[in-house]
Structure formats: structure tokens, C-alpha cells
């Protein structure tokens, strides 16, 4: 990621309306899974079940060393080392995020376990073959997905499992899409069938894709209007400026990343 396209990303999340996603989302930013028996959850209830889900695939136990790649404000962080005694490091070009992730960790009396770091993952603080394992969650089409890749094969560990998720293009996925989400939320996609190639290149070996777009995208506009419902007065609070066309906003975009994306959790293994 070029310097302006990291400060870029950086501004979004550091703003008042990139600060909203842990509210909405119960603590985490990143979207949710529902199916048929969990049709009436809440989108932060589904956010939570796809954070146990990535922790079930990631391979690392306690005292090994994860990297969370994009970390947001540290929740999921904080939920794999919990569930699997690891250590984390996270890495985000937010300093808000940094330092919110820090203080939660703090609260939760696991700072010895976890630490945040401000910086691109793209150019993570570590030496090769450093971690035992590693994610980006919901994070890798800010970074591109190439150059995201070959730093997380710099330093993960020969055999170690690679998680992530990503929101692949679809054959109808259009031409003003690509560019509406390139200027408004400086991401990048790609096609399902481009992933094989984009982790050999790097030096992973394909694992598995597991296609949950059926879980996620038919649900996504529905759940955020009843979040934003909820939570009206919080959002009113935390963007003191905040009006009617911005919450629209919000709705549009999840409208047209439902109609233009799949979603999918892909893993990987270090050669």
C-alpha cells in the first residue's frame, strides 16, 4: 500500500464515522454469520459467531505467537488469546485503534499476552519466521491482497496457518463499483479464483475456501437498519455532526457491497 492509500485508511478509521463499527458491531469491525437457526441474532451476536468461527480454523495454542493483521480496536485479538492461551500481536495504521485496543487489553489483564502496534502490515516490526500463525480479518482488501500476502509469508513460520477473510467479486460485480469503493473506502477485490494463484505466489499452500456468502450478505442491510435503529443515540453521540443523509450512507454502501460481493474465509498454510 502506497503512503498516501495507507494515510488514507488510516483517516477513515481515525474519524468520528470510523470510530462506529465497535459500536454497532459489539466491539469488533468486521460483519457477521447468520443462518436459519440464528435468523433473529443481533449483527453484534453475528459478529461474535464468525469471530469463533476464524478462531476455530486458526491452528496456534498457548504460549505460540499469532498475528492479527488489521487488527481494528482489538476485540477478536483479545478473544483468540483468550480461547487458545496464544500471544497477539496486532497491527493497525489507526492510532486510534492502537491505542483503544491497548487500554482493552489492559482491562482484560492480558497486556503481557497482547500488544498493538501501530504501523502497516506491510511492513510488520518482526523478523522472518516469527509467528506461528496469523489472520486478517476483514482487513486485506485495504492492503492489497498480493503485497498483504507475501509480507504475512515473510514472517510467518514454515507450516503455519494463514486465516482470512475477503469479499470476492462476483461476475456481475461492476466497473463503478470497483471505483466507488477504490475512492470511498480504499479497498481493492478480487475474484475467488484468483486466490489459488495469489498464495502460491507468496508461498502458501491453499488449504480450503469456504464460501459463507449465502450466511452474510442476504442478512447484512437488514441487521445494520436495526442496529442503527438501535443505537440511534450512541451514533448521535460519538458523531456530534452526524445527519440523516450520512446514516443513509451508511445503508448504501452495505446495499452495493451486498449486490457487487460474496464473502468467503480462506486458509492457508506457510510452505
Known amino acids: 500500500m502506497a503512503g498516501s492509500a495507507a494515510e ?4 477513515l478509521y481515525d474519524s468520528p464515522e470510523g470510530q462506529l463499527g465497535p459500536l454497532l458491531f459489539g466491539g469488533h469491525l468486521h460483519w457477521g454469520y447468520w443462518d436459519a437457526q440464528h435468523a433473529d441474532d443481533d449483527f453484534a451476536t453475528a459478529a461474535d459467531r464468525l469471530a469463533e468461527i476464524m478462531i476455530g480454523k486458526s ?5 505460540q505467537r499469532f498475528a492479527d493483521l ?3 480496536v482489538g476485540h477478536p485479538a483479545i478473544k483468540i488469546a483468550k480461547a487458545t492461551g496464544c500471544q497477539v500481536d496486532g497491527v493497525t495504521i489507526s492510532k486510534y ?3 483503544t485496543a491497548t487500554a482493552k487489553a489492559r482491562a482484560e489483564g492480558l497486556s503481557d499476552r497482547l500488544t ?11 523478523p522472518d519466521d516469527f509467528y506461528d500463525g496469523g489472520w486478517f480479518f476483514e482487513s486485506i482488501f485495504h492492503m492489497g491482497q498480493s503485497e498483504a500476502l507475501a509480507e504475512a509469508a515473510r514472517v510467518l513460520k514454515p507450516g503455519a496457518t494463514l486465516t482470512l477473510t475477503d469479499l470476492p467479486t462476483l ?4 466497473d463503478d463499483f470497483r471505483a466507488f469503493v477504490r475512492e470511498h473506502i480504499h479497498s481493492s477485490f478480487v475474484a475467488a479464483e484468483d486466490y489459488p494463484g495469489l498464495l502460491e505466489d507468496a ?6 475456501i469456504d464460501d459463507i456468502t449465502a450466511n452474510v450478505m442476504p442478512w447484512l442491510v437488514p441487521k445494520l437498519k436495526e442496529t442503527l435503529a438501535a443505537h440511534e443515540r450512541e451514533i448521535y453521540a460519538v458523531v456530534t455532526d452526524a445527519t440523516e443523509k450520512m446514516i443513509d450512507d451508511w445503508v448504501f454502501l452495505f446495499e452495493y457491497m451486498a449486490e457487487n460481493l460474496g464473502y468467503m474465509i480462506v486458509t492457508a498454510r506457510k510452505k
Open 8 to 11: 488514507q485508511v488510516a483517516t
Open 59 to 63: 491452528r496456534i495454542g498457548p504460549g
Open 70 to 72: 488489521g487488527c481494528g
Open 97 to 99: 485503534q492502537q491505542e
Open 116 to 126: 498493538f502496534i501501530h504501523g502497516t502490515a506491510l511492513d510488520i516490526p518482526r
Open 171 to 174: 461476475p456481475t460485480t461492476t
Open 203 to 208: 508461498g502458501f499452500e491453499l488449504v480450503s
